[in-house]
């Protein structure tokens, strides 16, 4: 008999404070329909996570994937849900769902996007259909979400290098709950809410430190199907945010109920360590001109770490870029920054010309600022291509209308963009004929993703995390928060922590599977 696979999802890292998300940025950025598998290169494998022999159909409903951003408006987000649910009925019964999440999303209406359409999935599926899903280690995990599912399985690397490898955990396991294997899931949420800077999972980290206890759990004992580690999103704003540890076991609930409590306490005991520390606008320019001043060889990395359009920043603050104009620093590379209607006026004057160029005339944020200053517009070009290298290897990206301008004389060259987009790689450079490993200083609109892409060309002690007025600042007691659980550390430096395991028991029937990895 043909066992059919279901592959659904919406990915939106939501933050609160940003401006709203459409369905056009959805258009914009990804919607799969029935090349659900083809179009996404994190998919591609998930044939062989499955036994040779499996006779399986993957049945394609919809994945819908936006730019990080402000909350979707709700009428768009039931557009989608909408087309999910009417799919759904189209396609016919499933023996399993994978869905392929990010686990922060919001609506204008609904705290809980991604709990929400789990639970109307749940609903058409019913309750005897398996329902695994796949989160970014920056969900916020909602009781919904554990409610509605039959096991969760976050990324454990950041940058998030092995979504693909996720993606066929998710569907082996489905595999096993399809023929009668169960889970028992603890989990717990911890009253801890971390800077984005300091959520990578390199060695001597420390959430890569938790992770690693984690996966060493995990392989002492063949009875824990999964741990993950959820770091969170603290700028989608809700009241379950928080670092959460989530256990699934395929033997008894007691073993993950230890596992959670054990993970948990190790996060709580080594919460000091995840306090963020990053340079000024100004302090990064000193930096920078002091290197160059020195002949040290570049180039160095400076992060634009608070404008960081993959957790939401506009992409088009002009702080840091302005403070590297003001110091004299030459060979700087800066990409890629947001305004479509500067990139518009160099079309209007067009290659080889000389214009005022105004930064964010029509931004609605005033954390962007504003700057007028002469420019030569160098190249313009359309900003489609695929990923080489990186987190987003194999995937597409498109960047829209794009110019190049050089400012002071060509010591400064920025890549503008009409659609926002996190940098990944080199190729947001060299996509636009500038060559990155020459240049003496890159300014990379992201906060840790770029990490991957550029490993060949900087290396740690090269690359410098700037913050500065944006919406994904690492300052975080300076934002308004306006619905985290109190009290809440390190914004409380006083916050107390009293275990508090939560337990979801399988009521799935026995059965004899194989549960080896």
Known sequence: MTIRIAIAGILLEANRFAPATTYSDFEDYMLHRDDVISGMAHLFQL??????????EFVPILLAGAESGGPILHEDYERLVNEIESTFQSRGPVDGVFLFAHGAGLTTECNDLDGDYFKRVRQIVGPDVPIVAELDLHANLSDEMVEQTDLLVGYRTNPHVDVAARARECVAALWKLIHGARVHVAFQRLPLITSQISQLTDPGTPYGDAIDLGSRLRQENEGIANVTLLSGFSFSDTHYNGFAVYVATWT??????????????FLWQNRERFIPHALSVHEAAQIELTLQSDGTLGPRIYADIADNPGGGGRGNTIHLLKAMIESGADGVLASAYFDPALV?????????????????????????????????VDHIFDGAFKNEIGVQAGENTNLGRSCVLSLENGRIKVVVVSLRNQVFNPQFFS???LNPSAANALIVKSRGHFRAGFADLAGPANIYEVDAPGLCTSDIASVDWANLP?????????????????LKPSTRPSANVEISR
């Open 252 to 265: 008894d609930l007691a073993l993950a109920e230890a596992t959670c409590a054990r993970l948990s306490e």
């Open 431 to 433: 996509e636009a004929g």
């Open 47 to 56: 044939p062989s996570a499955l036994p040779k022999d499996a006779d399986v």
């Open 344 to 376: 518009q006026a160099a079309e209007k004057a067009g290659i080889g010309a000389r214009f005022v160029a105004n930064f964010n005339t029509q931004e609605e944020s005033s954390l962007s600022g504003k700057m007028s200053i002469e420019a030569h």
């Open 486 to 502: 109190k009290p809440t550390y390190p914004l409380n430096a006083a916050t107390e922590w009293t275990p508090d395991v939560r």
